[in-house]
């Protein structure tokens, strides 16, 4: 084996290991039991109004617009796949896209909030992705309030007339971004510094996510941006049915 073979292997065993360290307490999704139990009770109460009212949100809808529950199972389907794709963080962390702003803009938050659960269960049983006992502060963080921001956003440009890509675009990408900020602000509560407090605390796991939450963040924004274009050109009626578009309003 020559020495350049063995510096090889060498870089390959070390970058195996850093690999492998565990590094789930900056995840976005906050790892099994990392949190103390008062926190996940709390995040859970706090969570769980949105999840009841998502499920009879879901249930009307089911009723009145059968044909958009497709768009729904597709929005759902859009939040699984993109945000289990982590990506490592220069600092140490992982970074993805959370996916639901799309959800937020087309049915609203409750419904995206029961969309978000449904999806952190899967990940957290399936892929070892969060926690079920963090369930509760990952939904609200993810499925709630990124989505609440991306909702109010989306009809804030609605009424001041911004066209409709831009204003999906900056609606999915800040809700992203408050989705990230809301995490560090529950571990920053749970573990704050021992100089500066919770405010220290939440800009130091800021500045873990930040290195590559904001280029996913632009990222997101131009995904739903090209979903809903698909979206205006091949499911047109189950977008009229939802009221996302009115007549004469295919094109952004």
Known sequence: MTHREKKVISLSAVASFALCVP????????????????????????????????????????????????????AGAFVFVISSLKIPSVTGSCSHMTGT???AI???????AVLGLIVLVFQAVLLAHGGLTTLGAN????????????????????????????NIFIAATLGDLLTYCVT???????????????????????????????PLAIVEGLLTMLIVMGLQNYAKPELREIGFLGEGQENG
Not at 37 to 56: H, Q
Not at 186 to 191: D, M, R, S, V
């Open 23 to 74: 590094q789930a307490a900056f995840a976005m999704h906050i790892m099994e039991g990392y949190l103390p139990p008062v926190y996940c009770v709390l995040w859970g109460a706090i969570s769980a109004p949105f999840v009841v009212a998502g499920v009879l949100a879901i249930r009307r809808l089911a009723a009145n617009h059968r044909k958009a529950m497709l768009l729904l199972a597709m």
């Open 101 to 103: 702003g799309l959800a």
């Open 106 to 112: 087309l049915f609203g938050v409750p419904a995206t």
């Open 139 to 166: 939904t609200f963080s993810m499925a709630i309030a990124g989505p609440l921001l991306s909702w109010a956003l989306y009809h804030l440009g609605k009424k001041l007339r911004l066209p409709r890509l831009a």
């Open 184 to 214: 560090s602000l529950q571990l920053a509560l749970a573990y704050p510094s021992a100089q500066g407090g919770v405010a220290a605390s939440a800009l130091e796991f800021l500045g873990v996510f930040a290195p590559t939450q904001l």
